[in-house]
């Protein structure tokens, strides 16, 4: 009787705690996936400090502009302009998803291509990020300066505003200044220049996939969100 | 007797996990890693319920996984059955999201899992023994003393 009474407590407790756990899943499956992008991009450090772009950067290997296992049989080349409030609602909402499921598994590499067409600030902001791809760090920089993004050409790419994202990003301020105007730094930015004028490259952000010994292809993506992006990416790769 | 030890010892090492990743969580720094996925698990919307940590609910539920385990009868055993169950449940939950949606790996939540699945089976192990052996126990060792 008493063994009953016990075996039927067990079932009570393990109903209790189906509910309790079944409505919580519920409720975080209600929620939708929070994932980056979501938000309105937060502009103070301590926010920066958790940005899911940071964070999904932790582990995944950078060799100056490029993210990713040097073994990866596709590099997505990114043209990016660091004022471009697009790029930075696509780094904080796509990029996460694309570097988990393409990068980290092996897929493919990210290489990143700067550019400066929206005006003097993203020229600055451009070069820091060159200037910290020497330390392996430009995409940390890049996301760092998106978190920090000001309105177009306000002068919003301040000394200030560089070291705070470069000290939020691990990168060494010093060599980042010395590096800044750099001939190399400069290079990388005609270079940039030339190969988006060779795509034909319509604006930011845009994409081209490379996979030698093909030349790179400019990529039609139908939307930047990350589901869309990424199922288009999917049926670009297995071509 | 040594179930409700061993059961206070697991709860001991679980809140120290959750306090470490409760500390984690307010102190806004990364958390110490082998594995490479614990920042980015940490930092995932399932890190949070409600705005809570889960981590913080860890430390509450072990906390009170450790007071009941003090406590006889058969109150005790059944309360804490349902908060063991409940946690190792979620637990089971949030190693899902980390093989699935976030893609990342913390060994702070593995090492937690472990914890909250011996829970589980120690509470439940205790619930279904007869009460009475406790009660018995304590009597033979007290005649014993005498």
Redesign the interface.
Known sequence: MARNRRFLLLVAAVVVAALVVGSVVAIGAGRGDSTPGTTTRAKSPAAAASSPASAVLSGVPQDGLTLGKPTAPATLLEFVDPQCPYCARWSEATFPVVVRRFVKTGRLRLELRGLHFLGPDSETALRAVLAAAQQNKAWNMLDELYARQGAENSGWVTDAVLEEAATAAGVDVAKMRAAHDSPRVTAQILEADAAASTLGVPGTPSFALARPPATPQLLTIPSLEPADFAASLESDLDR | MKLRVATAALAIGGAAIAGYLTYVHYA?V?PICTT??C??VQ????AE??GVPVALLGVIAYATLFALAWMRG?LA??GA??IA??G???SG?LLWAQLG????ICQWCLANDAVSAALAVLC?VR????PSQEVFASARRTIVAR
């Open positions: 806004h990364a490479g996925g920042e980015e930092r995932s919307k399932y319920l409600a058969e055993a059944f059955a349902i169950l409940t190792a449940a979620f939950y949606p976030i893609g990342a439940v619930l279904l023994r007869d």
